[in-house]
Nanobody, 124 residues
């Protein structure tokens, strides 16, 4: 079993930045064993893919809606994945989730483990 715990969310003004963290643990989790992704879900909307990072951290892929503003990274020694979010807009308001998968994928259904989410609220 793998446990994922997100942190770093909060209330921020438009144009601001946040750095989200996702700490992973569990008997079957090793620092580089999983592809890691970030998703978000706004009220009344479907869960949306944001970014994915390879096991080594050498490869990343972003949704077009966040490309250039969001950066995903990982520290396998610390079992932590990060999401740097810049130039925030009110449209970025959502619960942000990290997830772990054995597959390189933007599809939420391909992810086996999920965190509880962290709320990001952007005021105008």
């Amino acid at each position: 079993q793998v446990q994922l715990v997100e942190s770093g969310g909060g209330l921020v003004q438009a144009g601001g930045s946040l750095r989200l963290s996702c700490a992973a643990s569990g008997r079957t989790f090793s620092g580089s064993g999983y592809v890691m992704g970030w998703f978000r879900q706004a009220p009344g909307q479907e869960r949306e893919f944001i970014a994915v990072i390879s096991r080594s951290g050498d490869h990343t892929y972003y949704a077009d809606s966040v490309k250039g503003r969001f950066t995903i990274s990982r520290d396998n020694a610390e079992n932590t994945v990060y999401l740097q979010i810049n130039s925030l807009t009110p449209e970025d308001t959502a619960v942000y989730y990290c997830a772990a998968s054995q597959n390189w994928s933007p599809r939420a259904s391909d992810y086996d483990y999920w965190g509880q989410g962290t709320q990001v609220t952007v005021s105008s």
